[in-house]
């Protein structure tokens, strides 16, 4: 997940997985310099699936930015099959 924010005076930087904060979880990258808040979870498992937030804030105000990350398990043939479908149905409508 990455977004970018502009902020004077320089706003602090929270990520979120659901209400509980992951800044300082030493399991994830996060980086925020240059105006940019990237966050990247290196080895993902069925357990990192959930719904992630960074909320940018200062004295003046606040916004936020979100996203849903799911996780399939590799040896399930259901999920596999079930995405090849979906994706030649879309491209058969492209044609």
């Given at each position: 997940m990455?977004?970018?924010f502009l902020g004077n005076p320089w706003p602090?930087?929270?990520?979120?997985k659901g209400d509980i904060s992951i800044t300082a979880n030493s399991k994830?990258?996060?980086n925020s310099t240059s105006s940019v808040c990237t966050?990247?979870?290196?080895?993902?498992?069925?357990?990192?699936?959930?719904d992630y937030?960074?909320?940018?804030?200062?004295?003046l105000?606040?916004?936020?930015?979100?996203c849903t990350l799911t996780v399939y398990?590799?040896?399930d043939k259901s999920i596999v099959a079930s995405?090849?479908?979906?994706?030649?149905?879309?491209?058969?409508?492209?044609?």
């Open positions: 990455t977004c970018a602090t930087v929270t990520l979120y994830l990258w996060y966050l990247v979870i290196p080895t993902c498992t069925l357990k990192d699936s959930g937030s960074v909320l940018v804030e200062n004295e105000g606040k916004d936020h930015s979100s398990d590799k040896d995405i090849a479908e979906s994706l030649q149905k879309k491209s058969k409508h492209l044609m």
